[in-house]
């Protein structure tokens, strides 16, 4: 089974490149627009990775990483924030609510790919 990446955004545009990006190398992608959906998304089937950005409506990224790290049964799921945010403070806001990690947007698809497989490995 291939591993799945849940890309948590309120932009239309960006969970799609994220999708363009990693689907062709053999990873699942299942999108949600903000973080009341991605925890929604995470009870529906096995996620291995969490790509969010921080700032969307309802539930912003920090909120949901920290709502994740509180439920048991996702420990050690890595999170990874993928913002236009990249102050040292936002980040180390982001690593205290249990980020594993950070890309900055505009990112590439090689950086997202190396983000990917330094977390989770290659697709199955």
Do not use: C, H
């Amino acid at each position: 089974m291939a591993k799945t990446i849940l890309a948590v955004d309120d932009s239309k545009s960006i969970p799609e490149l994220v999708r363009f990006a990693l689907e062709p190398m053999g990873y699942g992608v299942v999108l949600a627009e903000d973080g009341v959906e991605g925890l929604e998304r995470l009870g529906e089937g096995k996620v291995d990775l969490v790509i969010t950005d921080l700032n969307m409506p309802r539930m912003d990224g920090l909120e949901f990483i920290s709502a994740v790290r509180r439920d048991g049964r996702y420990a050690g799921l890595p999170m990874i924030m993928l913002t236009t945010e990249g102050q040292a403070e936002t980040m180390r806001s982001g690593k205290q609510a249990g980020a594993s990690g950070w890309i900055v947007k505009p990112f590439n698809d090689l950086q997202l790919e190396m983000t990917v497989r330094k977390f989770i490995g290659k697709p199955d």
